[in-house]
């Protein structure tokens, strides 16, 4: 296959010049860098910036603390496990409740790919708080870095009777799609430096060859109605196609993703298309082919360009299904009628079909912690250790306790409202379809303010809303502190996106079904201005909507005077 580096050497007569992560890869294939040299050296404060690159494949990202800045840079360590379909068990959970108070800074936070993040790990604590996951049968390989992330599938049990066998494939498919470097192994389980000589220095990963993929890589299921995975902002999806009960197969899609860069014309975010049907039985060797799709011809000269969206949005849908089945060596199918009708999660008491019950609870932006008055981490983590539920992390960073008798109802009932937490669930339904991404003070690309700032904006917009007699609507409302989109903001009805410090661009017209994305309303807004702007909107939507017409339809009809709808099935 001709590559994209072979095609600009074929198109100027020289090389191309690749980004500084290509050559990284391709002089380390087994991504250890000097981390375990590092790691052994006590007096290393920090890991060097090669290093920070491969630590990204071992599921770590290396921070500093920005409160801190004017003082002095304190490094700090985000590590991010992987949980595909966000299927934990009680025991892992309790190992996590355990590391969190002992090395992190005492929260959880579930991420929007259905992950653990643990915050504030200094260098110190990192092997230990690694090797305790990896006993308790967790990993973080790949949780981070240029390979397949997490693998996401619905968490409900009540969304219909394949969402176990939908959450099996997606832990095969996670397996399958793992890169198979030795040198995780070695250094978070052994301890120790991998010898690089001898085979080792040949090391060529089968899937992913000597440079990995050009960018990260996300893959999802989803199972319409319920499009809880928001499926359609993921590089590879999977949407089931169930016909009489029975899973006949999916519909394959490609080519999503959010991230894009200020200022830069040639970054966007960009929804999937669906490119065809296929079977269970083709589902492995049809992903695998997207991958390695990514792999040739994704934009290895251009870091904010190397995603897949980029390949599909240039070279089209049709180039890209016929280079799909040359691979494959198989057609893909006519692409199967759908609909999705609505994104979020079932929260509250819900049966289950084998006659338990699951518990939703609401996570504010998806931070486990204990606060006066509301104990969500020692509840937690008292219930799981009594009642031993299994545990689903949902891709709107809420938790669900799945498995538990009928009969223990009322006592975890008891318990949760002893550290001040209701199985009710009793917020706005505004604030429990918001999310928030982590911004400041530990994620280095933050411009501005996004998980501290989103539930005093949202107390603004509650009392606005109930002002103008809508506190019983619905606004799916996502702030991220810059525009790399890790909460899903350009598929909200409303989001704020980070653009400077106090700054954001405001975008309105998301979909409940979360199949359109919404389009920017101001460019620049200051945090003070946020509640006057949206206020001046609100009234608009108060006075000139549809009967039962939604926030995000009806900006999208009359703010941007645009009749289009969601993506058509």
Excluded at 196 to 225: C, Q, V
Excluded at 291 to 315: C, P, S, W
Excluded at 318 to 347: H, I, M, N, S, Y
Excluded at 380 to 401: C, D, G, M, Y
Aim: with cysteine; charged share 25%; net charge neutral.
């Amino acid at each position: 296959m001709t590559n994209i580096s072979e095609l600009l050497m074929i198109s100027v007569g020289a090389p191309a010049k690749l980004t500084k992560n290509e050559g990284l890869k391709e002089g380390n294939t087994l991504l250890t860098g000097t981390i375990a040299q590092t790691l052994a050296d006590p007096a290393a404060e920090r890991f060097t910036d090669e290093d920070y690159e491969f630590l990204k494949f071992h599921g770590i990202y290396q921070q500093d603390d920005r409160d801190q800045r004017k003082v002095s840079k304190h490094y700090i360590m985000m590590v991010r496990t992987k949980f595909p379909g966000g299927v934990l068990s009680a025991a892992q959970y309790l190992v996590c409740d355990r590391l969190a108070s002992q090395y992190g800074n005492n929260t959880l936070r579930i991420t929007t790919r259905q992950d653990f993040q643990f915050h504030g790990i200094v260098k110190a604590n990192i092997q230990q708080t690694m090797k305790s996951l990896n006993e308790a049968l967790m990993s973080t390989i790949a949780a981070c870095g240029d390979v397949e992330r997490n693998v996401m599938a619905p968490p409900t049990p009540s969304t219909g009777p394949l969402v176990d066998q939908i959450l099996a494939e997606a832990r095969k498919l996670s397996d399958v799609l793992a890169p198979r470097t030795p040198g995780y192994h070695s250094i978070w389980l052994e301890g120790r430096e991998l010898d690089l000589g001898g085979a080792n220095s040949n090391f060529l990963d089968p899937l992913y060859g000597k440079t990995y993929l050009p960018r990260k890589f996300k893959t999802a299921f989803a199972i319409p109605p319920l499009n809880d995975i928001d499926i359609f902002t993921n590089d590879l999806g999977f949407v089931a196609i169930v016909e009489g009960g029975k899973l006949e197969g999916y519909n394959l899609l490609a080519g999503g993703g959010l991230g894009m860069s200020h200022g830069n014309a040639a970054t966007f975010p960009r929804l999937a298309d669906v490119i065809g049907f296929v079977t269970a039985q083709q589902l492995e060797a049809a992903a695998k082919a997207v991958i390695t799709v990514h792999r040739d011809f994704g934009d290895r000269t251009n870091r904010k360009h190397a995603r897949l969206k980029y390949v599909l949005q240039e070279r089209g849908v049709d180039w890209f299904r016929t280079e799909l089945e040359q691979r494959t060596g198989f057609k893909l199918g006519a692409a199967r009628p759908f609909e999705f009708t609505k994104q979020g999660d079932v929260l509250g008491w819900h049966a289950q079909s084998n006659g338990n019950y699951f518990l939703g609870l609401f996570v504010e932006n998806g931070r486990i912690r204990d606060i006066e008055g509301y104990q969500l981490k020692t509840g937690l983590q008292r219930v799981i250790e009594r009642f031993q539920p299994e545990v689903r992390l949902t891709a709107s960073q809420n938790i669900l306790l799945v498995n538990l008798r009928p009969d223990q109802r009322a006592d975890i009932k008891q318990l949760l409202s002893e550290h001040g937490i209701s199985v009710h669930n009793p917020f706005s339904r505004t604030r429990l379809a918001s999310m928030a991404c982590p911004a400041l003070p530990t994620c280095g690309l933050a411009l501005a303010e996004s998980e501290r700032a989103l539930p005093g904006i949202l107390t603004d917009v509650e009392n606005l809303l109930a002002e103008l007699g809508l506190q019983e609507e619905e606004l799916i409302i996502r702030m991220t502190g810059c525009p790399n989109g890790c909460a899903r903001p350009y598929t909200a009805e409303l989001a704020l996106v980070g653009k400077g410090p106090n700054k954001y661009q405001l975008y309105l017209g998301g979909n409940e079904a979360s199949t359109r994305l919404n389009r920017l309303y101001k460019d620049s807004v200051k945090s003070e201005e946020i509640t006057s702007e949206l206020r001046a909107v609100l009234a608009r939507y108060t006075g000139e909507r549809a009967a039962g017409e939604r926030f995000g339809d009806f900006c999208q009809r009359v703010i941007f005077n645009n009749h289009s709808t969601a993506l058509p099935a």
